[in-house]
């Protein structure tokens, strides 16, 4: 399922391959989506992406065309009987991803597509194989998840640290890291890899993990983070008037409030929340290459995630937890799989495909054995005569 970084990724992704591009027309649904429709068509619009957590917005900008010099400008705000900017929210779901192709390689499940006046035309398609992913025209951020893990390090913090009364948090650590409420961003494999890292097992109450964070951000660290964060207005100025650069630099981290590490200092776990999904994002389209799908560095980056040697289980919501050691107290009764659960999950390589499999192996190897009934031939028995009694 993609995570935070793979969104992130995806924008980039986005601005790389339509910078400068030119979009023309209606923008178009598949017929077998259940997604909404898209009310936007315009003669010349251009796409710029950008990310928050687990969502990208698509902001669609009207341009006047001037045919005769062969260029477009900006449509100002206020200009009538011109069509308005729309934000298309996207949700990834667990297998979205954007691509960008000539209309005869156009991908098999493709759901929205946006066609450029180029000719030949080129696509930027939403592919999506299992039809999880949503988007939502003239969308905003969701109102019910917190600040990115990622660009929004400060407020992310004090979001969680000043909610730790929340029943949310008492739930297993490994649990309350998938709630975007509080950690919007972090996914399956992001939380195996932090929990494995600081050595923390898994099935362990969040608060007890967390309660003694709260004083641990020091004014040196509040004063190392920059305040200023990237408006949604710098970011547009930014791709349109440089080139879009296809890896993620440091100084485009710093800018979106990452903290400075100590190395001398053992990170808490809300600042690897924070550092490791950056790792991602620096392994640059190596990470996202929906192009090539070679995820060869990506897979010799994770360290616990479908590795071998590790324990998995399912959590309480049915999502499978990899750790290493003890899983903790709270583990569900069935955490200790047998090896023969283990072989079936290595099969399938992550958890994408339910739990039918796992299931079907685990029935197998502890139902109890069936007792057939043999049948057994019936010795003739000599019948009494009828007759009366007496």
Not at 132 to 149: A, D, E, K, Y
Not at 182 to 203: D, H, K, T, V
């Amino acid at each position: 399922m993609p995570e935070g970084p793979e969104l992130h990724l995806a924008s980039l992704f986005v601005n790389r391959m339509c910078g400068g591009v030119v979009f023309t027309g209606p923008v178009q649904k598949s017929e077998v989506s259940k997604n909404p429709e898209v009310s936007f068509s315009c003669p010349a619009y251009t796409i710029i992406a950008t990310s928050r957590g687990k969502e990208v917005r698509l902001t669609l900008t009207p341009q006047e065309s001037d045919s005769a010099l062969g260029r477009c400008r900006r449509v100002k705000a206020g200009q009538a009987n011109l069509v308005q900017t729309m934000d298309i929210v996207f949700r990834f779901g667990m297998s979205g991803f954007f691509r960008f192709t000539t209309e005869a390689e156009l991908p098999k499940h493709s759901h929205l597509r946006f066609y450029t006046n180029e000719k030949p035309c080129k696509v930027l398609s939403f592919v999506d194989t299992r039809r999880f992913g949503s988007w939502q025209p003239n969308g905003t951020w969701q109102s019910n998840r917190g600040p990115c893990i990622m660009f929004e390090y400060l407020s992310y913090r004090e979001n969680v640290l000043s909610h730790l009364a929340d029943r949310a948090f008492d739930r297993p650590i490994c649990e309350a890291l998938l709630n975007q409420k509080y950690f919007n961003g972090i996914g399956n494999y992001l939380r195996a890899e932090i929990l494995f890292r600081l050595n923390i097992p898994p099935f362990v109450k969040a608060r007890t993990v967390l309660e003694g964070l709260q004083t641990h951000l020091s004014d040196e660290d509040r004063k190392s983070v920059v305040k200023e964060e990237v408006t949604d207005t710098e970011v547009k100025e930014e791709i349109t008037d440089t080139e879009i650069k296809e890896e993620v630099t440091d100084r485009e981290i710093s800018d979106r409030a990452a903290v400075k590490e100590d190395e001398s200092e053992t990170p808490d776990l809300l600042r690897l929340c924070h550092t490791v999904p950056l790792e991602v994002i620096k392994l640059g389209g190596k990470g996202y290459d929906p192009e090539k799908m070679d995820y060869t560095d990506f897979k010799a980056w994770l360290q616990c995630y479908c590795v071998k040697g590790m324990k998995s289980v399912r959590d309480h919501n049915g999502r499978t937890m990899w750790f290493k050691g003890d899983p903790g107290s709270m583990a569900p009764k069935d955490a200790i799989s047998p090896k023969t659960k283990m072989t079936v999950k290595k099969e399938d390589d992550h958890d994408y495909k339910g739990g039918k499999e796992v299931k079907k192996a685990r029935s197998e190897s502890t139902m109890k054995p069936k007792y057939i009934k043999e049948t057994v031939e019936k010795k003739e028995v000599p019948q009494r005569r009828a007759g009366r009694r007496k």
